[in-house]
């Protein structure tokens, strides 16, 4: 009767706690986000600038498995074959789940992506319920960790309870009705599948949540086996007795058990509830082939190439990102809304390149300091990343064509027997036009055939007065913050984790998320690209992220305050001298008669960072000195060129892709070797 009414009063006071601390956190939250609807709703033009934001509302977010854009938008017509192809294996999977067939775990195509929206819910509930039995397991830990304390049990007898207990969950969950087997193993991979090409980010306020939860069921746990001790000491002492007596028959059979199970092979993609995937995870994922290729540059830097491999193709595909960015860039939002897999799906062999300057610092030298290897400018992107990693594309499909046609002697294009057309975003664009300019100079091939420059850098004179003040900030400070600020990045793991996971709250509380957006929006002169949501990319991972250094910030600096698209300025003539042959930077725009190839420029309307009158100006420059170039313009902010679904600049951009036609030259060489060698038939007859 004591033992009841102990438990009953503590179980009220538990229940209590959790609800006193529950609603005290979400009372907080509730708080803050009421202030920043407040102070969104005073600042003037926020309507405005969150008005171009694609994808973005300020409303509570569905809870769930968030479904990505190109899930919700249907089918790209670069992808149609895939779509049509995934709607025929889902419609064939779903009548084998539902027939009972034993061997339906055999179907290995996933879903198409118009059919996930329905069955969210359902994947779900899934979800939640596996998850539900992981957490009592943990919780189950919780409580064992003080009882051990307390009680000095040894770790062995520990986890040999913690195992039998998490064997008993794991039996309950298999025991289940024999027809529906079937149907739970074409869910699971359904499942499997959303839960994989989902958001997997757990935020602040989450943990708080669960951690507070988790907190409170372990006191009162203690509580509880503390009060059941010293109310039934016989008890407690008969349960003790018997496990101690069963401890060395437990460890054996545990030992056999553990040995005789199958293991699985499991990929950890959350780290603590971080989204961790990288580029090879999201190509892979979606069902593409992937290639990761390691270049090492001219002085030492070790720079991942990237490929979405058609080892055949005789076209070729170079996309660049830009400032704070990655390849992740390219394939950020799906099948149907990334130029990596438009071009993949049109026929092309894909690469992805990756600039140097991330968190993790690869290079030959195990040992360089952080200062050494930030000891770069736009310089070293445009001369030693770019002509490495295209190099290294050369030599691979020369390699790679010459197997699969060994004896064709015809060239596409001077020494290579494939097309190549590079398309750059912001800072990569001005890098690739570096890259073209200097190798003319040098009087070296570049091996491309057409160039796609998506708001391009190297103009900035036209810009909002916080860039203005930034770029007289980093040119009088520049001997202090030199040495002081290598480079501008997240510096620890630690860090880096907290701002993924306050990007995930920014999702969940709209007031907030929109305010965030709002003030970065005024920092970039009104850009209305979607920050917040970029600030959740996997590429921003709490292990490694791309930064940028301190020249390349002053680099920029220089060139917005000369109003020329020039290279780095060492400081002093003799310097200068050293690496040019003049007192002066070498003037790129004076030299856009050097470029020998077609380039399209391409500038975004809402576009604050750069402007499309800069673009204009390259367009200018270009047409002044002879080349064949285009310029378009569309309804977009910097970001929108990457990181949202725009299926008329996808299909821009390949229509200037598929201008280039590598099988010319080689379809008409076959035809002539192929009536040569009619010829020499019919006069051996």
């Known amino acids: 009767m004591i033992q009841q009414l102990v438990d009953h009063v503590l ?5 209590s706690v959790k609800a006193i601390t529950t609603e005290s956190l979400n009372s907080i939250i509730r708080i803050i986000n009421g202030v920043s609807a407040l102070l969104l709703a005073l600042l003037p033009g926020n309507a405005k600038i969150l008005e171009g934001i694609h994808g973005w509302e300020l409303r509570p977010t569905f809870r769930g498995p968030r479904l990505p854009r190109w899930m919700e938008n249907g089918a790209s017509s670069f992808n149609q074959f895939i779509y049509e192809l995934s709607v025929d294996s889902d419609n064939s999977s779903f009548e084998y789940s539902s027939s009972g067939e034993e061997d339906s775990d055999r179907c290995e195509c996933p879903p198409s992506p118009a059919s996930y929206s329905s069955r969210a819910s359902d994947a779900a509930y899934t979800k939640f319920n596996r998850h539900q039995m992981n957490w009592i397991q943990y919780i189950l830990l919780w409580i064992l960790l003080p009882i051990k304390f307390m009680l000095r049990i ?9 195992f039998v207990v998490s064997k008993a969950l794991h039996v309950s969950r298999e025991k289940r009705p024999p027809h529906l087997h079937a149907y739970k193993r074409v869910q699971s991979l359904k499942e499997h599948f959303i839960h994989r090409a989902t958001d997997r980010r757990r935020g602040v306020v989450e943990d708080l949540h669960l951690g507070i939860e988790i907190c409170i069921e372990s006191i009162f746990d203690v509580l509880h086996k503390t009060a059941h001790l010293v109310l039934s000491p016989s008890k407690a002492f008969g349960a003790l007795f018997s496990l101690f007596s069963s401890h060395g028959n437990g460890v054996k059979e545990s030992r056999n058990s553990v040995e005789d199970a199958p293991t699985e092979k499991i990929t950890n993609y959350e780290s603590l509830n971080t989204d961790a995937r990288t580029c090879q995870d999201v190509i892979t994922d979606l069902g593409y082939p992937y290639e990761a290729i390691k270049v090492i540059t001219a002085d030492g830097y070790i720079i991942l190439l990237e490929r979405i491999p058609r080892r055949d193709a005789r076209k070729a595909v170079f996309l660049q990102h ?4 990655s390849s992740m860039g390219w394939v950020s939002n799906g099948v149907v809304g990334s130029p990596a897999f438009a071009a993949y799906d049109q026929g092309y062999d894909v690469y992805l390149g990756n600039f140097r ?3 993790s610092r690869e290079h030959v030298n195990k040992n360089i300091s952080s200062r050494q290897y930030w000891k770069y400018s736009v310089n070293e992107h445009g001369t030693e990343d770019i002509p490495a990693m295209i190099e290294k594309i050369h030599q691979v499909k020369t390699a790679e064509l010459k197997l699969s046609t060994p004896d064709t002697e015809d060239k596409i294009d001077g020494d290579q027997p494939y097309k190549l057309c590079a398309i750059s975003h912001s800072l ?12 003319r100079i040098e009087e070296k091939s570049h091996r491309l055939s057409r160039l796609v420059l998506l708001s391009p850098a190297g103009f900035h004179d036209d810009s909002n007065i916080v860039f203005s003040a930034a770029e007289i900030l980093l040119s009088i400070m520049a001997p202090i913050l030199s040495r002081v600020v290598p480079a501008f990045y997240i510096p620890t793991r630690f860090f880096r984790m907290l701002v993924f996971k306050l990007a995930r709250d920014l999702h969940n509380l709209p007031a907030v998320g929109g305010l965030v957006q709002t003030l970065m929006s005024y920092v970039v002169g009104g850009d209305s690209s979607n920050w917040v949501g970029v600030l959740g990319l996997p590429h921003y991972n709490m292990n490694d992220m791309p930064g940028v250094s301190f020249r390349v910030a002053l680099h920029l600096a220089q060139i917005k305050r000369v109003g020329r698209f020039r290279m780095f300025n060492y400081g002093s003539a003799s310097a200068n001298r050293k690496a ?4 002066e930077p070498l003037d790129l725009g004076e030299h856009y008669g050097l470029i020998d190839i077609p380039v399209d420029l391409v500038a975004g309307h809402k576009d604050k960072v750069i402007r499309p009158s800069m ?12 080349l064949n170039v285009s310029y378009n313009q569309f309804e977009y902010a910097h970001l929108d060129f990457t990181f949202s679904h725009r299926e008329e600049l996808l299909s821009y951009v390949m229509s200037r892709l598929l201008l280039v036609d590598p099988n010319s030259k080689h379809q008409a060489n076959q035809m002539v070797a192929k009536s040569e060698r009619n010829k020499q038939g019919e006069a051996s007859k």
Not at 154 to 162: D, G, T
Not at 580 to 583: D, K, R
Not at 621 to 626: D, F, H, Q, Y
């Open 357 to 359: 300057g991330l968190v």
């Open 322 to 325: 830009g400032v704070f960015d």
């Open 154 to 162: 040894p770790l062995r007898l520990l986890r040999l309870s913690y």
């Open 615 to 626: 673009v204009k100006r390259h367009y200018r420059l270009m047409k002044n000195a002879g």
């Open 428 to 439: 990569g664009g001005a890098a690739m036009i570096m890259y073209i300019v200097t190798r």
């Open 580 to 583: 040019y042959g003049s007192p």
């Open 11 to 15: 179980a009220v006071i538990k229940e």
